[in-house]
């Protein structure tokens, strides 16, 4: 039998020396061309077309709210029951891993809440990675005495949870070793700054339970972050964001494209992760990561695995703060995704891969310059505002006006398909998601954009510092 790392190596296209197929190279050579034909035209031309990488932003952006909005009507009518399949199905145990490295300060709101679930979990092991805070004092009220490295040791006065402490290696590997020490049916991922709400575990349960094929499932996140000014209005920002992400990734999964699976609350079925070898601990982002590597070696092996996101899964997380915090995140973020398009290069425009070859891999490839879009299109803009040029800024601004007229109508429909689909009419509000849809385009949406761009730097250097984190929403 192959060990984890053997599987890995065997399952991961960057150590089998996969050839870049003439459509992905065709597809993401067009991406870049494209752009550059717009900065050309941009400099050659008067009016609208001055602006001509703003134009294909908001074209491309309004296209891709179009099809959100179609690919989530269902939602309209709510869920679909699944109830009937969850009566005859057999109940999967699960086992849940908190990868902690110095988390002191939310992780007891995190075990909290775990230990506090309708549907407890089979098992809850704290994966600690090195930690060189006050982890073992956090943990002592829970029974949970100091061990020496690598020992996983169970809690003298709460069955079922363990802690397991390891010299630091990363997220990414301290999960990999919970995961060989953990047996149970289906594993969930729980960042330390995340708190799952009370009937998580148990919806997590009956969607694996009723659906065999399932192999990985993600929950819905609310940001959360630090009190203060500056604090409440990134939390503004960040939850209608989520919102639509969230709702987007709805759409892929009804388009069998789902590639995004939060690993702050997700669920995954064991064997087939251990089939693939686990999470990859040089990506920057090991959960995106690790759906590719599933969905590929499904499709390599005839598998039938499905991803899927669940409204009722629902958790609250720690979000930056700062906008120092805020650039940090995105760059990793968008890093880790420049990192996995280029390993998995191979699939884009691939129809063996079915839709998501054909379509969602795609626009990941034109996601990999959005950013860039975006930015020159700002940048642009804020120059013609300079010189004070009419003839562009006439044309221009009826093109913005009816760009936030769309956006206006569909953050007020994405708030009203969120509360139906999981039930939370607390987080997102009507007039709030107005105010977003006029302010975010000329202030939050220009720093996510650069965040991103220095996510290009992070990847081109190879770099893979994380930047230092405090965290203190998820404590009060």
């Not at 399952?11 to 050309?40: N, Q």
């Not at 990488?53 to 909005?69: E, I, M, Q, R, S």
């Not at 089979?122 to 029974?143: C, K, M, N, W």
């Not at 049916?185 to 009956?206: N, P």
């Amino acid at each position: 039998m192959r060990t984890l790392h053997e599987n890995f190596l065997v399952a991961s296209p960057r150590h089998r020396g996969m050839a870049t197929p003439a459509a992905s190279w065709m597809i993401h050579g067009a991406v870049l061309t494209f752009y550059l034909m717009l900065v050309t035209a941009c400099l050659q031309s008067s009016g609208a077309l001055a602006w001509a990488p703003g134009l294909a932003y908001v074209g491309y952006d309004t296209v891709l709210l179009g099809f959100t909005a179609v690919q989530t009507w269902s939602l309209v009518r709510g869920q679909p029951s699944r109830k009937a399949e969850q009566a005859g199905a057999a109940r999967v145990s699960i086992g849940v891993i908190v990868a902690a490295h110095n988390e002191a300060a939310v992780l007891p709101a995190t075990l909290a809440a775990l230990l506090r679930q309708t549907d407890r979990p089979d098992a809850v092991l704290v994966a600690d990675d090195g930690s060189a805070d006050a982890t073992g004092t956090a943990l002592a009220p829970y029974g949970l005495a100091t061990s020496a490295l690598d020992t996983m040791v169970e809690s003298s006065t709460i069955p079922g949870l363990f802690w397991l402490r390891l010299a630091h290696g990363g997220k990414a590997q301290a999960l990999n070793e919970a995961l060989q020490r953990i047996a149970t049916d289906v594993i969930v991922t729980v960042d330390a700054d995340t708190r799952l709400e009370l009937d998580a575990v148990g919806a997590l349960r009956a969607a694996f339970s009723a659906e065999p094929a399932l192999v990985a499932a993600t929950g819905v996140l609310t940001p959360v972050c630090a009190r203060g000014k500056l604090g409440g209005i990134f939390q503004w920002f960040q939850t209608y964001e989520y919102t639509r992400n969230f709702l987007g990734r709805f759409a892929w999964m009804r388009a069998d494209g789902l590639l995004l699976i939060s690993g702050a609350c997700a669920g995954f079925r064991r064997d087939a992760v251990m089939e693939v070898g686990g999470f990859d601990s040089d990506c920057l982002v090991e959960d995106y990561e690790l759906i590719h590597r599933l969905r590929r070696h499904a499709t390599l092996h005839n598998l039938v695995w499905r991803t899927r996101v669940l409204g009722g899964v629902r958790a609250r997380t720690e979000a930056p703060g700062t906008p120092a915090a805020f650039l940090r995140q995105r760059r990793r973020w968008f890093g880790g995704f420049l990192q996995t398009q280029f390993w998995y290069r191979d699939m884009v425009g691939n129809p063996r891969y079915g839709r998501l070859g054909t379509w969602m891999l795609p626009v990941k490839a034109a996601d990999t310059l959005q950013p860039i879009y975006g930015l020159t299109a700002f940048a642009l803009l804020l120059w013609y505002l300079a010189r004070g040029d009419v003839r562009v800024l006439v044309p221009v601004s009826g093109v913005i006006g009816a760009k936030i007229a769309i956006d206006l109508v569909f953050h007020l429909w994405s708030v009203h398909l969120y509360r139906r689909w999981t039930g939370d009419v607390a987080g997102a509000r009507f007039f709030d998601a107005l105010l977003a849809a006029v302010v975010e385009p000329f202030s939050f949406q220009p720093l996510r954009h650069a965040g991103a761009t220095l996510g290009w730097v992070m990847f081109l250097t190879g770099g893979r510092g994380w930047g230092q984190k405090t965290r203190t929403a998820l404590a009060r």
